[in-house]
């Protein structure tokens, strides 16, 4: 891949990554009490969009393409692979929001309440 073209590719990887947070953060925030788990998630996806930042920034920065790209590639691949890994075990984590629980009280007597 070239360098225009891994640039681009992370450019929209990084966007698509920000909005994946701000969804487990408002995962965690629905939840009465988060599990401990799922925080721990969300620091290791900070964590790992904060190293693609940089690794970016390396790549803005570099000039030729060689070895050092090479490398540069491999990693960006391998923190992609492990931020998709870590969204899913999240996901996995957190209760869908169709699927929580709320309080209602349904009179099946008269289940519409026009009585």
């Not at 692979?81 to 984590?93: L, M, R, Y």
Request: a negative charge; hydrophobic letters at 35%; charged letters at 35%.
């Amino acid at each position: 891949m070239q360098s225009k073209e891994l640039k681009a590719e992370l450019e929209k990887r990084l966007t698509d990554i920000k909005q994946k947070i701000q969804e487990v953060q408002n995962g965690i925030d629905e939840e009465d009490a988060p599990s401990v788990e799922l925080e721990d998630i969300l620091i290791k996806l900070k964590a790992l969009q904060e190293d693609l930042v940089l690794q970016h920034d390396q790549l803005v920065a570099m000039e030729e393409e060689g070895e050092q790209f090479d490398e540069l590639e491999k990693n960006i691949w391998s923190n992609i692979k492990s931020f998709d890994s870590a969204f899913s075990d999240a996901g996995a984590i957190m209760k869908p929001s169709k699927f929580k629980s709320r309080d209602r009280s349904v009179d099946f007597k008269n289940p519409t309440g026009t009585k």
